[in-house]
């Protein structure tokens, strides 16, 4: 049994060699998560910061607004898309494709409207036109009537149609795979070129749309405002292989709990992490029936009771496998 009877000296020490023995224990155990072998120990971390270093042109990245430090920063980010990847573990497009061909178009398709608009009207257009040859070669005025209902009709065939004739035209009918390829078709723009990249061709990318605008925004993790400069900027805290994730689960977000007017704050899982916390209804059961469900629910979701965010006192309770 341990004495009672050490002097207060003695136990500031023992104190003291208590944590630096913590300390080495945990920095003992993070070098060998990281680096398994043991020579390595000291190379994987400076792998780790040129991994990040990599994946954005420097001079586009600011700090953001606020004094937490760039380490800081960089581990809130990355926590806070641990934390949506295990709420949204399906996070996946929305739009409805079975090919390369309906993605970009469905995506174009998809300014200014929504999702589900879009899944409604592209059966009809792709069963009359499933090549780029057949819409390159459609009556304008028959394809606005298909598309009439996701808004922007007229720009929106223009653009679908111009970019199936650079399709055939440049492309010999086929969705190119390179960002500098796609952003030089008809209505696509970087936004669209990642989702196409992304989710047709399995390379990384960020999909700068007004959800991740929002909540990169109220998230601090850039003070950024033009599309690609954020891009450069959230590019910067996270390893490139995360970012067609990254980007799925900041979206599903802001579509199901932090919406533009009303966030769900008293029902969010980030809650803690969250600088904006309080903007939107924290009430537990007010912010509940804020939650938007779409397409009949969420697919695999984990939310937890919407009391369980927050601790007796209202404050933001630790987010799900915080530590
Ligand atoms: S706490 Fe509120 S503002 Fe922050 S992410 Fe959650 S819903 Fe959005």
């Known amino acids: 049994m341990p004495s009672d009877k050490s002097t207060p000296a003695k136990k ?7 944590a630096a023995s913590k300390k080495a224990s945990a920095k003992k155990a993070a070098a060998v998560k990281k ?9 994987a971390p400076k792998k780790a910061t040129a991994r990040v270093k990599g994946t954005a042109p420097a001079k586009a990245v600011v700090h953001p607004p606020g004094d937490e ?5 960089v581990r809130r980010a990355r926590r806070i898309n641990r934390e949506l990847a295990e709420v949204y573990p399906y996070a996946h497009p929305e739009l409805d494709f079975d090919n390369s061909f309906q993605l970009v178009v469905a995506t174009v398709l998809s300014a200014q409207t929504t999702d589900l608009r879009v899944n409604q009207t592209t059966p009809a257009l792709f069963a009359k036109y499933p090549t780029p040859e057949d819409l390159a070669a459609a009556n304008p005025e028959e394809v606005e009537e298909i598309l009439r209902p996701c808004g922007f009709f007229r720009a929106k065939t223009k653009s679908v149609i111009g970019l199936s004739k650079a399709l055939v035209e440049d492309f010999g009918g086929e969705v190119p795979g390179w960002l ?3 952003v030089k078709l008809p209505g696509v723009g970087r936004k669209t070129a990642f989702v196409v990249l992304g989710n047709a061709f399995g390379r990384p990318g960020i999909t700068v749309d007004t959800h991740f605008q ?5 998230w601090q993790w850039t003070g950024e405002t033009d599309p690609d400069k954020i891009e450069a900027a959230i ?13 799925h689960h900041v979206i599903w977000h802001g579509r199901r709990i932090c919406h533009a007017r009303k966030p769900a704050c008293g029902a969010c899982p980030i809650a803690p992490l969250c600088p904006a916390f309080g903007e939107g209804e924290t009430d537990p059961e ?4 804020l939650l938007k469900y779409e397409k009949g629910g969420f697919p695999g979701q984990r939310l937890r009771p ?18």
């Not at 430090?69 to 920063?73: F, G, H, V």
């Open 214 to 218: 929002r909540l990169v925004r109220r």
């Open 306 to 323: 919407p009391q369980a965010y927050l601790d007796a006192g209202g404050k933001p309770a630790p987010p799900l496998g915080a530590g």
């Open 12 to 18: 500031a020490a023992a104190k003291k060699a208590g």
């Open 180 to 182: 500098e390829d796609l």
């Open 235 to 247: 590019g910067a805290l996270f390893p490139k292989s995360d970012w067609t994730d990254l980007s």
């Open 286 to 289: 007010k912010a509940k029936k």
């Open 69 to 73: 430090s760039r380490t800081a920063l």
């Open 35 to 43: 680096a398994p072998a043991a020579k390595k120990v000291t190379v």
